[in-house]
Each structure stands twice: as C-alpha cells, then as structure tokens.
C-alpha cells in the first residue's frame, strides 16, 4: 500500500463466528487519508482510495476483488 499508494493500512483478518456461516472469513482494511512523504505525514489529504471523490471508488473496487481472489483461493 506504501508502495502503490504512500499510505498506510491496518488490517484486521475475522474468522467466521461460531453462530454464523462456517465460510465468512474476511477482512477490515482501514487506510490513512495522508500520504507518508519524506519521513512524515503529509498536511494534506489523499483522496485516491476515497470513494465519494474522484477514481477512488474504482480502486477500491480493484482492491476488493484482489483481497477477495486470494481469500477465495486460500
């Protein structure tokens, strides 16, 4: 995500509750709105993985399904 987009993320990897469907692993992914340029923090916003600005929603989409193809695989 550094690399792609100068941001961070935390990952939170969930598996299925024991009163719910055996299948739902999933995952949270939680992404910093500013870049880390430089050593530090930038002042301003990243709208890139937004989804109400831009591109961002596509991106989004993009990562979902990649997230999804390797979940579904494992």
């Not at 469907?21 to 910093?32: A, G, K, Q, Y």
């Not at 002042?43 to 961002?56: I, V």
Request: net charge neutral; aromatic share 10%.
């Amino acid at each position: 995500m550094v690399d792609r987009y100068g941001v961070a993320a935390d990952l939170a990897w969930h598996q299925p509750s024991k009163k719910g469907d055996e299948r739902n692993f999933h995952l949270h992914v939680l992404f910093t709105t500013r870049k880390f340029e430089q050593g530090d923090w930038s002042k301003t916003k990243d709208r890139t993985l937004d989804d109400l600005y831009g591109k961002g929603k596509d991106e989004i989409l993009n990562l979902r399904q990649g997230i999804a193809d390797v979940l579904n695989n494992i």
